[in-house]
C-alpha cells in the first residue's frame, strides 16, 4: 500500500502566483513560480511543512507502507505538474494539507483526480479543523479529514486502514464518511511529549530550498522545539483551531541540539530556524537550550519566532549560544485594538526596550504588524506605521487582520456582522481585507497595508542603499540578479507576504 503526503501549489488568478498550503503554520504565503531560474522572480519565500515532515518521517518509521512526501510549491511546480505526479505515483491514500484561502482553488482539482486515480482523500490543516463536517458536506468525495494536531491520527489511520468502515470510530482526531453521514471524532490529546516524534522528513522534502527568517547565513534550515502559546491570541490558526489549547510544549534540548546537529552537518545548515509558535515563552526551555548548545560546542546561528517577554539574562545566554535574530509579533499600538484580540499586554514602551536590547547583543529583529484588527482606526494605523519607521528592526512586515475558521476571532465576526465575505480565496491576510467595520471598510484596511507596505519598504531600500554591508549581505543570499530584481519589485509595488 503507498500513501503520498503533498503540498498543494493552489493558484489564484494568476497560474504563475501560487499558494504554499501546507508551508505556514499561520497563514498561506504566496510564491511565483520560477522554472528554474531564481534571479528571474521575485525574492523567495518558503516555509516548511513541518505537518507533513513529521508525519512522513513517523509514518516510515512505524508502518509497512511505502510513504512519500512531495512538495511541488519548493520545486517550483505548478498545477499541472501537481496533476501528473499524482497520476503517476498512483497512491491508496493522497494526503493533502489546505488552507482556508486554497480550498476552493485546489478541491475541485482534487476531486477530479481522485475519480482518475482512485485513492482515497485524505484533506488536513487548520480548514476542515475549524469546519470538518460542513467542509466534508460541500466537498462529498474527501474520505477522511484529519482534525487538529494530526501525526498519531494519520499513523492510527494508516495502520487500521484495513478495517473500514467499522475501524475508524476509535480513531480521535478523525473525520470519516459512514454510508451517507459524517461522523467527527472527538479530538485527539495533543502530542505530549514531543520527543517520541522522530526529526521530520528531509529527504523527500529538500531542507535547503526552504527559507524563512535568513537573519545570518544560507542555508537557513527550519525546526521546532516547542509547539503552543499560552498568550491565546484570538486571531491565532495553530493556537486557537490546529491545537485548541494554550497548552505549551517542549521537546528536550539534547533532541533539539542533535537534530541542530544533524543538519548541519547532513544538510549543510549555515542557520537554523526555529519556527515555534513561540520559543522563549519559557525561560527555563530556551535557557537549557541555550546550555546544550554551549555544551556541545555548536557552531551554529540560530534565530526563531518569540516575543518582547524574554528577560535580559537569558537573551544575554541565547547571544552567547549563537542567537542572531528574532521574529515576533507587535500587532498594533493602540491598546484598544490588542485588547480586543487579548494581547493587552504588549506595549510600545515594552517593545522599543526589548528591541534596545538586541541591537545591544547584536541580535536582529522582524516585527509584524496587523492592519484591520477590531477597534482599528486610519489615524491608528499611520501611528503603526511612524511607529515602525523609527523602532529601529532591521525588518517588518504589514498583514491584513483575517478571522480564520476555528478562531474566536471568525465567532466574533461572524456574530457581529463584520464578514465581507465567504469566498474563501479572499482570506489571503495579503490583498484582501474581508472585515467591514462600521467604523473601518475592507477597502480602507487594504489601502492603508499598502500604503504600510510602501512606506516600509521604501524606507528599507534607502536604508539598505546607504549600507554597504547590508547590500553585499543580500547578494550573498540572493546573487546579483535576484537582488536587482526584489529591489525592482519593491519599488514597483510588487511583493511576496514574508511572514
Known amino acids: 500500500m503507498k500513501i503520498l503526503l503533498s503540498n498543494i501549489p493552489a493558484y489564484i488568478k494568476d497560474p504563475e502566483r501560487h499558494y504554499n498550503g501546507a508551508g505556514s503554520q499561520r497563514w498561506s504565503a504566496t510564491y511565483k513560480i520560477r522554472k528554474g531560474d531564481p534571479g528571474a522572480a521575485e525574492w523567495k519565500y518558503m516555509e516548511y511543512p513541518f505537518n507533513i515532515g513529521y508525519s512522513t518521517a513517523l509514518l516510515k518509521r512505524d508502518t509497512d507502507w511505502t510513504v512519500k512526501a512531495w512538495d511541488p510549491c519548493v520545486l517550483d511546480l505548478d498545477v499541472n505538474d501537481f496533476r501528473s505526479y499524482v497520476k503517476s505515483y498512483s497512491p491508496d491514500i493522497l494526503l493533502v494539507e489546505v488552507p482556508t484561502v486554497a480550498f476552493p482553488l485546489m478541491l475541485p482539482i482534487l476531486g477530479e483526480l481522485k475519480k482518475e486515480v482512485g485513492f482515497k482523500l485524505a484533506v488536513s490543516g487548520p480548514h476542515i479543523t475549524g469546519i470538518p463536517e460542513d467542509t466534508m458536506n460541500e466537498y462529498k468525495f474527501i474520505d477522511f479529514g484529519l482534525v487538529g494536531e494530526y501525526e498519531l491520527t494519520l499513523r492510527e489511520l494508516v495502520n487500521s486502514y484495513s478495517k473500514f468502515p467499522s475501524g475508524f470510530e476509535e480513531i480521535h482526531g478523525l473525520a470519516f464518511r459512514h454510508g451517507d453521514s459524517v461522523k467527527v471524532n472527538q479530538r485527539r490529546m495533543l502530542i505530549d511529549p514531543l520527543d517520541q516524534l522522530p526529526f521530520p522528513d528531509r529527504e523527500d522534502l529538500p531542507a535547503q530550498r526552504y527559507e524563512d527568517a535568513v537573519f545570518a547565513d544560507t542555508p537557513c534550515i527550519q525546526m521546532l522545539s516547542s509547539r503552543?502559546?499560552?498568550?491565546?491570541?484570538?486571531?491565532?490558526?495553530?493556537?486557537?483551531?490546529?491545537?485548541?489549547?494554550?497548552?505549551?510544549?517542549?521537546?528536550?534540548?539534547?533532541?533539539?541540539?542533535?537534530?541542530?546537529?544533524?543538519?548541519?552537518?547532513?544538510?549543510?545548515?549555515?542557520?537554523?530556524?526555529?519556527?515555534?509558535?513561540?520559543?522563549?515563552?519559557?525561560?527555563?526551555?530556551?535557557?537549557?537550550?541555550?546550555?546544550?548548545?554551549?555544551?556541545?560546542?555548536?557552531?551554529?546561528?540560530?534565530?526563531?519566532?518569540?516575543?518582547?517577554?524574554?528577560?535580559?539574562?537569558?537573551?544575554?545566554?541565547?547571544?552567547?549560544?549563537?542567537?542572531?535574530?528574532?521574529?515576533?509579533?507587535?500587532?498594533?499600538?493602540?491598546?484598544?485594538?490588542?485588547?480586543?484580540?487579548?494581547?493587552?499586554?504588549?506595549?510600545?514602551?515594552?517593545?522599543?526596550?526589548?528591541?534596545?536590547?538586541?541591537?545591544?547583543?547584536?541580535?536582529?529583529?522582524?516585527?509584524?504588524?496587523?492592519?484591520?484588527?477590531?477597534?482599528?482606526?486610519?489615524?491608528?494605523?499611520?501611528?503603526?506605521?511612524?511607529?515602525?519607521?523609527?523602532?529601529?528592526?532591521?525588518?517588518?512586515?504589514?498583514?491584513?487582520?483575517?478571522?480564520?475558521?476555528?478562531?474566536?476571532?471568525?465567532?466574533e465576526a461572524k456574530a457581529k456582522g463584520w464578514l465581507r465575505t465567504y469566498d474563501w480565496t479572499q482570506y489571503d491576510g495579503e490583498r484582501t481585507a474581508v472585515l467591514n467595520y462600521p467604523n473601518l471598510s475592507s477597502k480602507e484596511i487594504e489601502e492603508l497595508r499598502q500604503y504600510a507596505v510602501d512606506t516600509w519598504f521604501k524606507h528599507m531600500v534607502k536604508t539598505t542603499m546607504k549600507n554597504p554591508k547590508n547590500m553585499m549581505l543580500q547578494i550573498r543570499r540572493r546573487g546579483l540578479k535576484g537582488s536587482i530584481t526584489g529591489i525592482k519589485a519593491v519599488m514597483k509595488g510588487k511583493y511576496v507576504l514574508n511572514g
Open 228 to 411: 503552543g502559546c499560552p498568550v491565546g491570541c484570538t486571531f491565532c490558526v495553530p493556537i486557537q483551531t490546529m491545537f485548541a489549547s494554550s497548552m505549551y510544549r517542549r521537546r528536550s534540548p539534547k533532541e533539539i541540539v542533535d537534530e541542530m546537529i544533524l543538519v548541519k552537518d547532513k544538510y549543510g545548515a549555515r542557520q537554523v530556524y526555529f519556527d515555534d509558535d513561540t520559543m522563549v515563552i519559557n525561560k527555563k526551555h530556551v535557557q537549557a537550550v541555550c546550555q546544550e548548545i554551549i555544551d556541545r560546542k555548536v557552531d551554529l546561528p540560530w534565530s526563531c519566532m518569540g516575543d518582547i517577554t524574554i528577560a535580559e539574562d537569558a537573551l544575554k545566554m541565547m547571544a552567547d549560544a549563537g542567537f542572531c535574530g528574532i521574529k515576533f509579533g507587535v500587532d498594533s499600538v493602540t491598546p484598544q485594538a490588542l485588547k480586543a484580540v487579548h494581547k493587552g499586554t504588549v506595549t510600545t514602551d515594552k517593545v522599543t526596550t526589548f528591541v534596545q536590547k538586541c541591537k545591544n547583543l547584536g541580535i536582529k529583529t522582524h516585527a509584524s504588524f496587523v492592519v484591520g484588527l477590531p477597534s482599528d482606526t486610519r489615524e491608528g494605523v499611520y501611528n503603526m506605521v511612524d511607529y515602525a519607521l523609527h523602532l529601529g528592526v532591521d525588518n517588518a512586515q504589514f498583514s491584513i487582520a483575517t478571522p480564520f475558521p476555528g478562531t474566536p476571532f471568525f465567532e
